[in-house]
Structure formats: structure tokens, C-alpha cells
């Protein structure tokens, strides 16, 4: 990033949750509960698919890989948001400042490429189920994890290389508790900010809606398949398989709109912060719930490992 040696900032201030000064232990206590909750869940998920020989198919690898993704991107901006809530010294360097946000970046977009993955297998098992084998190989699938990864990288190489590129005059002081883009183009200066905000903008959103519209269209294909069966058992059936992806899903894309599509207006920096507390721990706490919860396949291998290894000799 050739920007960097030119920039007259070397370090910015996290504002974070500093604005709720009575209230930073009760956040701190919370959202640990809340990050320890999403890496165990997430864990206990790759760990059930791993020993669970049934789950070794292409939905369960693409899972496996969701929660990957979801345990990096936490831990790229959580442990330093934690920190943060029990530090009066909330500065963090200007390289530290781009790594965080390229593998926010870079895992955030790795997750939405996954979820559209995902429905993909959904769309081949369901409308395409013959060939559903030849469709979905395991070199297939394999491609389609890497390349959703190599998509994550390159969103963030292309969205950090544009923002710290920029010249940061002061002050240093960043309304958020992370490294985050629109409180990061409110401290550059220079003529091209405005030019770099749009493109990012639009890079961002056409990368999301890409995404989202590619979930819909398999979705759409897959109710129109599951309406042609006759019975309501079989239609139950076909559409349980599809139920935790689906909230996930509506979740992820929900909270990600009220962020990044939410209207011009006076600006609230407490309610900013706040609003991105919903994609950064809410979403990544609630997805192995989900999983666990509306996925019965995986929710029976869950309890079979526990009971194995509460009473090995009744197993």
C-alpha cells in the first residue's frame, strides 16, 4: 500500500463504547459470553462433522467451511473490541488498523460466498437430484470452497487497498470499535475521497445483492420444485433440508442491509455503534444456533457424540 508513508496519521483512536462509560463491564461481560458461545458452537460443529461419517457429504463441507470463516471473522475484530471495553488506552497502529479491516473484509465476503454455495447444493439436490453426484463431486466442491475464499481475499486486497491508499490528515479519532469503513472516509482528506467512497460503496453493495439475488433465484427454482410433489410429507421433507440455511440466510442478509443500505439521515454515532454490534457478534452468535437447532441430521449427530461420550458403553 504505497499510501501508507505518505499518510500524516500513524495511529487512530477507537471511540468504541467509550460514549457509554457506565455500561462498558456489562458489554464486556456479554459480548465475551457471547464470543466464547460462537466459537464453541462452531467447534462443536466442525467436530460433529469430522468424527460423524454420515455428514460427510457436500452440505456439511460447505457448513464446515461456513464456520471457519465465522470463527476467523470474529476473531479478527472481537478480541481487540473486548480489550478495548477494559483499556483506557484504545489506539491502534496504522498497519494494525488495514490488517483488521482486509480480514474483516476478506472472511465477511468468504461467508457471503459460502451462503450462496450453499444454496446452490440446495438448488442441485432438490430440482437436479440425479445428478446431484456429478454436480457436486468432491473436486467440485472443493473448487467452490477455494474459490469462495480467493473471492473474500480479493473484496478485501481491493477495499483496503482503496481506503488506506487515502491520505488521513487528523484528527485520528474513529467513531466505531473497529477499523470500519465510513468512519475511516470521514478522517481522509483529499479530492479523491468521495470518488473512493463510491466505488467502495458500490463494490460492496454489487458484491451483496450479487450474492443475495443468486440465493433468491435458487430458491425460487427450489419452491417451484417442491410445489410439484404430491404429497405433504415428501414437501416437508425437501424443505427441512433447506430451513437453516434459509434463516441463516434471512439473518446475515437482514442485518447486513440495515447497515450498509440503511437511508441517509442525522447521524447517531452511539446508534452506529450499537447497529454494528448486530452483524459483527449478534449474527455470528446466532448462526451455529440455527444449524444446531433447525438442522435435524446434524442435531441428532450432536447428541449421539455427547451421549458417546457421556456412556461409551451404551453406545
Known amino acids: 500500500m504505497q499510501g501508507v508513508n505518505h499518510s500524516r496519521v500513524t495511529e487512530f483512536i477507537l471511540i468504541g463504547f467509550s460514549t457509554f462509560p457506565h455500561l462498558q463491564l456489562m458489554f464486556f461481560l456479554l459480548f465475551l459470553l457471547m464470543y466464547l458461545f460462537t466459537l464453541l458452537g462452531n467447534l462443536l460443529i466442525m467436530a460433529t462433522i469430522w468424527s460423524e461419517r454420515s455428514l460427510h457429504t457436500p452440505m456439511y463441507l460447505f457448513l464446515c467451511a461456513l464456520s471457519i470463516s465465522e470463527i476467523l471473522y470474529t476473531f479478527a ?7 478495548d471495553l477494559l483499556s483506557t488506552h484504545r489506539s491502534i497502529a496504522f498497519l494494525a488498523c488495514a490488517n483488521q479491516m ?17 444454496g446452490y447444493d440446495r438448488y442441485v439436490a432438490i430440482c437436479h437430484p440425479l445428478r446431484y453426484n456429478v454436480l457436486m463431486s468432491p473436486r467440485g466442491c472443493a473448487c467452490l470452497v477455494a474459490w469462495s475464499w480467493v473471492g473474500g481475499s480479493v473484496m478485501g486486497v481491493v477495499v483496503t487497498t482503496a481506503i488506506f491508499n487515502l491520505t488521513f490528515c487528523g484528527p485520528n479519532e474513529i467513531h466505531h470499535f473497529a477499523c ?3 468512519p475511516l472516509l470521514k478522517l481522509a482528506c483529499g479530492k479523491e475521497v ?44 425437501a424443505f427441512s433440508t433447506c430451513a437453516s440455511h434459509l ?14 443500505l440503511k437511508p441517509k439521515g442525522p447521524k447517531s454515532l452511539e446508534g452506529d455503534t450499537l447497529m454494528g454490534i448486530t452483524y459483527t457478534v449478534l449474527t455470528p452468535f446466532l448462526s451455529p444456533i440455527i444449524f444446531s437447532l433447525r438442522n435435524k441430521e446434524l442435531k441428532n449427530a450432536m ?13
Open 247 to 260: 434463516t441463516v440466510v434471512i439473518v446475515h442478509y437482514g442485518f447486513a442491509s440495515v447497515i450498509y
Open 194 to 237: 468521495l470518488v473512493v467512497a463510491k466505488g467502495v460503496g458500490l463494490v460492496c453493495i454489487m458484491a451483496l445483492l450479487g450474492c443475495f439475488l443468486l440465493i433468491l433465484l435458487s430458491y425460487a427454482f427450489i419452491v417451484a420444485t417442491i410445489l410439484k410433489i404430491p404429497s405433504a410429507e415428501g414437501r416437508h421433507k
Open 303 to 315: 447428541k449421539k457424540a455427547c451421549l458417546s461420550r457421556l456412556y461409551p458403553e451404551k453406545i
Open 77 to 83: 475484530i472481537i478480541p481487540r473490541m473486548l480489550a
Open 180 to 182: 470500519h469503513v465510513p
Open 102 to 118: 482486509f480480514f474483516s473484509f476478506t472472511f465477511g465476503f468468504t461467508h457471503s460466498f459460502l451462503l450462496t454455495i450453499m
